[in-house]
């Protein structure tokens, strides 16, 4: 951008502080204060639009600043006091007739303003409201700077809050304070500012004075000649001079209270020497232009001069404190009143530093340094609003985290695959020696099959009928049953097969129960890996695997008490298959009692004769009994316990692999489900940081053009000679 008129600067300045002031004023994504930054900006653009250049004047409160200003002024204007005084900023202007101007930031009642009225009544002084009741204006029509001074006291001092408190919300009102002068005493271009010290214990008068700095264009800093080089007053002074591109004049006032020997300006010694050393320890720069004042002399001069204090007066202000041969030689001479103020005024130094100011001002782009500033202001403020909309908009920009989300859900994923295949493996072979197949290269018959292939005829006629047929043998069997119509008998093998099915049935539960326990075991480690993915998902901790066995045991037993089949299971595996296999053995001894009640009458059988008449009718018994079934007493058909215990088996193969599957798929699927809103809550946040991009990158934009465009003005007075405009 390349501006050429000073108008069209003027211009974008203004449009440009406009812009910011939207942007504090109604954006919801400005961070800082609101207050504040408004309100510098409505400064800068006063600022602007009266074109004035800022000459601001700082320092320790009570240093003399507002004395000096009324030196300068040529009247006691301001209020001073031997006190920590100034409690707000004055601006001092060229105006017509003697004027107090009080903007409020909202209407005052006119109770309010009458408070004000009152006090000022006994003075030569009118008072007016205006802009809406926005503005109180005081009138001095005889142009004396005591009304003037009067009226400040009650608005600007430290003291009005216990001297005037009834004006208390009318102060509370004030924006700012406004003193216009008759022309002779300023020029039209500059307003000097009075502010209140910066040592004030009082923060409000600190962030006060502090608040201004920025909108000053010269400023001129009060040093007290007797503590040149205090730490404090370099830290403000620092403070000072980050502002680049602000002149500053050092003044070390109160230089009466110094040894005139001390006055040294090249600072070979005396407080300027300390102030350079301090410049020098703290890297400040270190040609400061330094000069000596006496701003209570002067004042004394002049006040003199007018006739506002006597000879006498001056001659007895120990704070004067003349010279014994400057006092008699000014008594000896013919006009003591003229000779006395030209020697104060000589004293003071006061027209040195006028005169080296009023010189500086001269060459001062005045005008040119006025929107040079405002538009530092524009870019500075343009550039640290933006780096907090940046940082916000960088973060929505920033990959990482997704790519962080991704790789975390991922990893998950695989690793969700891992425990899903080892549970299928854990299942497989489950089911190859539960049901019968191979696993690991070893073939499994099944629990059923292992069964069957124990109860076969062979096997039974071994272990079932030999050993009856032996037992009826043995002392007193056979003739003990007879005479007792064969229930010892029935009793037998009733025994005998339960021993039978119950020695097959141990060897099948023993392996039963090491089959169940690896697979828990096995499931439960897996699930373990299950629960840490699940942990991970949700909230970081470890997994205690124990809990997790626990938990599955439990969850089987659970099952196991609840299943009727379970529940037979239960009791097959401990001792007698009685219980099951009761029915097939009341079927087949039924049929035997019948058939052996026809043999009754023939007692005179041998022994043997006997066995093998019974034989047939004990082994069709007993194979029924096991592999055939038969019918109960009531004649209702009677499973073989063949089918009974097979199919308990199988039912308890399938109820422990159910209850195994329903445990992974469980687990399995829980971990699933936070994948699932892990991509959802990705989604999500892309969507969100989309909408923070939208709608951030226009405010970065404009933040970015705005301080681009100030930086192109400031460039542009940086190349310009002194001189123009
Ligand atoms: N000896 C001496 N006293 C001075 C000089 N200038 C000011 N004083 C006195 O110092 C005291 C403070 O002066 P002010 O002008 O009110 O000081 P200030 O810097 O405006 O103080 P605040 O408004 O409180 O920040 C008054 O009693 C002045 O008379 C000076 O050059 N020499
Ligand atoms: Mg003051």
New binding site residues.
């Given amino acids: 951008m390349n501006f050429r008129e000073h108008e069209d600067k003027r211009a974008w300045i203004l449009s440009g502080l406009a812009a910011l002031g939207r942007f504090v004023r109604e954006d919801d994504d400005f961070r800082g204060s609101r207050s504040y930054e408004q309100k510098a900006i409505g400064y800068q653009r006063r600022i602007v639009e009266d074109g004035k250049y800022r000459v601001v004047f700082l ?1 320790a ?8 200003i009324n030196a300068f002024l040529g009247g006691d204007f301001l209020p ?3 006190e ?3 409690s707000r900023l004055t601006f001092i202007q060229r105006g017509g007739p003697l004027q107090l101007g009080v903007r409020l930031r909202e209407r005052a009642p006119d109770s309010e303003v009458a408070a004000l009225d009152e006090l000022i009544a006994p003075l030569p002084a009118s008072v007016a409201r205006l802009n809406d009741g926005r503005e109180i204006r005081v009138t001095y029509p005889n142009g004396k700077p005591a009304a003037m001074r009067k009226s400040l006291e009650p608005l600007v001092t ?1 003291i009005a809050d216990e001297a005037y408190p009834l004006l208390a919300p009318l102060r509370d009102k004030i924006d700012e304070i406004n003193l216009f002068l008759p022309s002779e005493m300023l020029e039209e271009d500059i307003v000097f500012v ?1 502010t ?2 910066v040592h004030s214990v009082s923060e409000t008068r600190q962030e006060i004075t502090f608040g201004i700095i920025e909108h000053s264009h010269l400023v001129i800093c ?1 040093v007290d000649s007797n503590f040149a080089g205090n730490i404090h007053d370099l830290n403000f002074i620092k403070r000072i001079m980050t502002l680049r591109g602000r002149h500053v004049f050092f003044v070390l ?5 110094i040894d005139p020997e001390e006055i040294d300006l090249r600072a070979a010694h005396g407080p300027a020497w300390s102030l350079m050393q301090a410049f020098k320890r703290h890297g400040l720069p270190d040609n400061p232009d330094i000069f000596f ?5 002067a004042l004394r001069a002049q006040q003199l001069e007018r006739g506002l204090i006597t000879l006498q007066e001056v001659l007895d202000d120990n ?1 004067v404190s003349l010279p014994t041969s400057v006092a008699d030689r000014i008594r000896a001479s013919e006009n003591p009143v003229r000779d006395l103020a030209a020697y104060l005024m000589g004293q003071s130094r006061l027209p040195h530093l006028k005169e080296r100011l009023l010189d500086f001002l001269l060459n001062e782009n005045k005008a040119g340094k006025v929107l040079e500033t405002a538009a530092k202001f524009v870019r500075e403020r343009a550039a640290d609003f933006v780096i907090s909309l940046e940082n916000e908009l960088n973060l929505a920009k920033d990959p990482t985290l997704f790519d962080e989300l991704r790789a975390k859900r991922e990893t998950l994923m695989a690793e969700l695959e891992t425990v899903r295949t080892k549970a299928e493996q854990v299942m497989c072979r489950y089911e190859a020696r539960a049901m019968g197949g191979e696993w690991d290269g070893e073939t499994y018959p099944g629990y059923e099959a292992l069964f069957r292939d124990a109860m076969v005829e062979g096997a039974i006629n071994v272990n079932v009928i030999q050993p009856i047929l032996g037992w009826l043998r043995i002392d007193n069997n056979l003739k003990e049953s007879r005479r007792n119509q064969f229930k010892p008998l029935a009793a037998h093998i009733e025994h005998q097969v339960d021993e039978f099915v119950s020695g097959i049935l141990a060897k099948i539960n023993a392996f039963v129960d090491e089959t169940e326990s690896i697979t828990r075991d096995a499931i439960a480690e897996h699930l373990g890996d299950v629960r840490s993915l699940h942990m991970q998902l949700t909230a970081p901790g470890a997994v205690d695997l124990e809990n997790v066995r626990a938990s599955m045991a439990g969850g089987y037993a659970a099952f196991g008490a609840g299943g009727a089949v379970v529940g037979a299971a239960a009791g097959a595996a401990v001792g007698s298959v009685v219980p099951i296999i009761g029915t097939a053995i009341g079927a087949g001894l039924g049929g035997l009692l019948g058939v052996i009640s026809g043999f009754l009458a023939r007692l005179a059988w041998s022994e043997e004769r006997w066995i093998r008449k019974l034989l047939p009718i004990i082994r069709e018994n007993v194979m029924n009994m096991l592999l055939h079934g038969g019918k109960d007493r009531q004649g209702n058909p009677a499973p073989p316990m063949l089918e009974s215990v097979t199919e308990y088996l199988r039912r308890r193969a399938a109820a422990f692999r159910d209850a195994v599957q329903e445990e992974v798929d469980n687990a399995v699927g829980r971990v699933q489900r936070e994948c699932d809103e892990l991509i959802a809550r990705e989604t999500q946040i892309r969507r969100e940081r989309e909408a923070i991009i939208t709608r951030l990158e226009p405010k970065v934009t404009m933040l970015h053009t705005l301080r681009e465009e100030a930086e192109a003005i400031v460039r542009e007075y940086a190349h310009m000679p002194a001189t123009t405009h």
Avoid: I
């Fill in positions: 320092g409160f009570n240093v003399g600043k507002s004395t000096a001073m006091d031997v920590e005084c100034t430290v009075d209140p010290g009060f006032n109160k230089a009466d209270k004042l006496s701003g209570y002399r704070r």
